[in-house]
């Protein structure tokens, strides 16, 4: 059986305005390292600890609805795009 909710994350971007600077290889297991870290291009903060705790919040959910068993199913599939701004 395949999980209902299946998550993908990865990247981090700076959300200062007027940077643009992105690294989309930064995988979810190395965010904890990024915490509190200054962009390399401006020197914001890139992982607030709001935002990191946002996104633990949102894999524990999944993996809980997960947890439940309910089948997948072979309707249609829907992506969902989050973008977090630190706040």
């Given amino acids: 059986m395949t999980d209902l909710i299946e998550y993908h ?5 700076c959300d200062a305005t007027g940077c643009g600077y992105a690294d989309m290889e930064i ?3 190395d965010y904890p390292q990024y915490l509190d870290k200054p962009c390399p ?3 914001a903060n890139l992982l607030t600890e709001a935002d990191l705790n946002a996104t633990q919040a ?3 959910a999944c993996d809980w609805v997960n947890s439940l068993g309910i089948p997948s199913g072979d309707g249609p599939k829907t992506t969902v795009r989050m973008h977090m701004d630190g706040s």
């Fill in 41 to 43: 291009q401006c020197g």
């Fill in 58 to 60: 949102m894999i524990a």
């Fill in 27 to 29: 995988k979810l297991e």
């Fill in 9 to 13: 994350i990865r990247g981090l971007k």
